[in-house]
């Protein structure tokens, strides 16, 4: 006989209590570095197309424009301030979780045995910084995919050979 009964929701485990770690604050140089130099690139080029453009809206509305663009910058680099707070982990014994992001926050949940793929990367300054990248390939869909940005390397390391060890227990 089929039965289907209700689950109490308010019984359930609750994803706040789960023991989150936070990536290193080194991340945040990098993110920094990436929206200045983004930031630089744009306005130099404003610069150097200043020179070229003379007698037009561009050119005498020039220094409104720089303006603006630092309002941005600034209200980006506060967000991305905001939303570093909530890059977080959690390594559990069947699941890895992780969380990120301050106006749409978004929890992802991979169990291991969904796990294809591992890898690790480093870019130049990230190695300079001591960080690495933790990228867990999900076998479903894209969207179950984890990447974890600014972990330690000796953390990152370790969380990848454990996993590795959990892959290769599978086979």
Known sequence: MFNNNQIDTDSLPKIEALDFKLISKNYFKIILLNLALSYGVIISLMFTLKQFIKNTFFH???WYFIIVLIIL??????????????RKYALREKDITFSHGYLSNSTTTLPFNRIQHLEISRTFIARKLGLSTLK???????????????LPKNIADSQYAFLTHILNERV
Not at 73 to 86: A, D, M
Not at 136 to 150: L, N, P, R, T, V
């Open 60 to 62: 005498t509305n020039f």
């Open 73 to 86: 910058f600034l209200i980006q680099l506060f967000f991305y301030k905001l939303g570093f707070k909530k």
């Open 136 to 150: 867990i390939y999900s076998a479903g869909e894209s969207g179950g995919d984890i990447i974890i940005k600014g």
